[in-house]
């Protein structure tokens, strides 16, 4: 019996954000791939992973919009989480092998107790990162060591958890649990901090289910899934496109006359009266556009990142299209 032919998708220049509601069971490259073959797109990007086991807010970046996903990167995230406690896994999460499992005494989520482990945990942090995660060492993935057998060392880094919310509940498995909300600094680990909380009330834990909320200010009410995209026209599926700068909220907005516009396009500096700014969003007067990003130092606008001519035109064209 002869496979079924592959079809073909004719890709195109698409720019914008999608703020996708990631499933579960995908990783982050696998949803940026599902979306960008509904989109037909030439190119994506994402703006940091999220776990298989994790759902939640994962902006996606296309066209022109990739020059400015690693913004996301630096964001400050919030979640809800599900710490099963009383068993500890090889991973610090669901799909990781058990290796101890430790009784769950009423003493260990008395409220008073549950307070003052809540407050243990706020403010800086020292986290060291789990073995099972993308951070790199000498190259490679840390998960790859994990998968091959060998322990590597981690110095400890400072996180900051802005806000926790802890509550007593249960798992699906009717298993003491505690559920989360945590909002926090970029690079935490929540699988971690679910191991250190079930470490600090004396039974151990591993991360039971992960959702993030927020990133960035981007919420999920602003979000869409896989499932909800793919039942959408074309057409229809191009309208949850946000603009290719709208990642780009928390820049100060500076705004070029043509000729000076067109310099800062080639990568030249200019000079003004702005007050210093570590990042601004740059647009061109006449056609009003985004041309790139960049930061002023001493009166000078010195660009860092900047969109092509085409994908200006291209965007202009969009735009034009949709209006």
């Not at 680990?189 to 289910?209: M, S």
Request: aromatic share 4%; glycine share 8%.
């Amino acid at each position: 019996m002869t496979a079924a032919p592959r079809i073909r998708v004719q890709r195109r220049p698409v720019h914008g954000v999608l703020l996708l509601d990631k499933p579960l069971g995908l990783s982050s490259n696998q949803a940026l791939q599902k979306a960008k073959w509904l989109l037909r797109a030439e190119k994506a990007g994402h703006t940091g992973t999220l776990d298989p086991m994790a759902t939640g807010v994962l902006p996606l970046c296309f066209g022109a919009a990739t020059k400015f996903s690693a913004l996301q990167l630096d964001a400050p995230k919030r979640y809800e989480a599900l710490a099963v406690l009383g068993v500890t896994t090889s991973t610090g999460d669901a799909e990781g092998e058990v290796l101890s499992r430790t009784p769950v005494e009423a003493a260990m989520l008395a409220p008073e107790r549950l307070a003052a482990v809540t407050r243990q945990f706020i403010g800086c942090i020292a986290q060291v990162p789990p073995m099972h995660s993308a951070l790199k060492k000498d190259g490679r993935a840390l998960y790859e060591y994990a998968r091959a057998g060998v322990e590597v060392e981690r110095a400890a880094r400072r996180v900051e958890i802005f806000k926790l919310n802890m509550a007593v509940t249960q798992d699906g498995q009717a298993r003491p649990a505690i559920k989360m909300d945590v909002a926090c600094s970029k690079g935490t680990y929540i699988r971690t901090l679910a191991e250190d909380i079930g470490k600090a009330l004396g039974c151990g834990a591993h991360l039971g289910a992960l959702r993030r909320t927020e990133t960035g200010g981007i919420g999920l009410s602003r979000c869409i899934g896989l499932v909800e995209l793919e039942a959408l026209s074309e057409a229809e599926r191009l309208t949850h496109l946000l603009p290719t700068d709208a990642l780009l909220a928390e820049h100060t907005r500076i705004t070029l006359a043509p000729e000076e516009a067109g310099r800062f396009l080639s990568g030249l500096r200019r000079r003004g009266a702005w007050p210093d700014q570590p990042a601004v969003a740059v647009y061109g007067e006449q056609p009003p556009a985004l041309l790139g990003v960049g930061h002023v130092t001493a009166g000078e606008l010195i660009p860092d990142r900047l969109l092509s001519p085409l994908e200006i035109q291209q965007i202009l064209q969009e735009e034009a299209l949709t209006s």
